[in-house]
């Protein structure tokens, strides 16, 4: 009984790796940009099946980027320092004393963890931020009263294309400088996407913790599997994507009008969340991709 078991169970992994070949064989050789955050880097369990999945795109051949936020453990160190934690317009309010705090979690102590599991876990990881070799160039945001909160203005990607062609996965966390040297702090979902269209992605994939683009917020029932720009544009005038999402439908749509062909917003609470949206034919997230876009599933021998 248990040798038919074992065979079975053995059956099953190999049908499924089988299956997902013909994906394993469209994305080889191309660059998956990661954002990673929400649940899925406070869930220790949650963390480590992310950190598995970016190693596995890494060892088949795919290029995955990783950009990271941290805002729930800058605000653990606020607290620390007795500094309170401001918001305005969906902005951090990032004085002197905030930018500084920002600087230390995002770049001395987040991203170095998140480049310690990925090299324990068997991959060969990189930690950067938007400073090192010029590689993200800021500007004030343009708002009064929130202080280093930072824009894009541009990226300059030589870095990133050396460390991957050779096989090491770059982890980025968003904070970068302007032309004075001054650093700011910039929405991580923001650098992911101009990251992703300097690039050239195959993908930019938001870890979120939300199903997707709902049609209804409040009935993840009603996700939407797949939106071209003009209807995710549509879905924001109409108000079905509002408050937190907006700014991800957004940065999604930017970096599809520079030339990312697919943006996918999933789900990050759910195991192996990254595998699932790329090795399957249904996902289990919003893909927004360009209009003229025509996505083919890769042929299964087993369909």
Known sequence: MESEYIREADATRVRILSEALPYMQQFAGRTIV??????????????????RDIVFLSCIGMRPVVVHGGGPEINTWLAKLNIEPQFK???RVTDANTMDVVEMVLVGRVNKEIVSLINQAGGSAVGLCGKDGNMIQARPVGKEGVGFVGEV???????IQSLVENGYVPVISSVAADETGQAHNINADTVAGELAAALGAEKMILLTDTAGILEDYHNPATLIPKVNLQEARKLMDD?????GMIPKVSCCVRSLAQGVKAAHIIDGRIPHALLLEIFTNDGIGTMIVASDYVYQAPFSPFE
């Open 153 to 159: 203005t541009a990226i300059d990607t030589k870095l």
């Open 239 to 243: 108000g079905i994507v509002s408050g």
């Open 34 to 51: 990661v954002k990673y955050g929400g649940a899925a880097m406070k869930d220790s369990t949650l963390k480590d099946k992310v950190i």
């Open 89 to 91: 317009d969906g902005l």
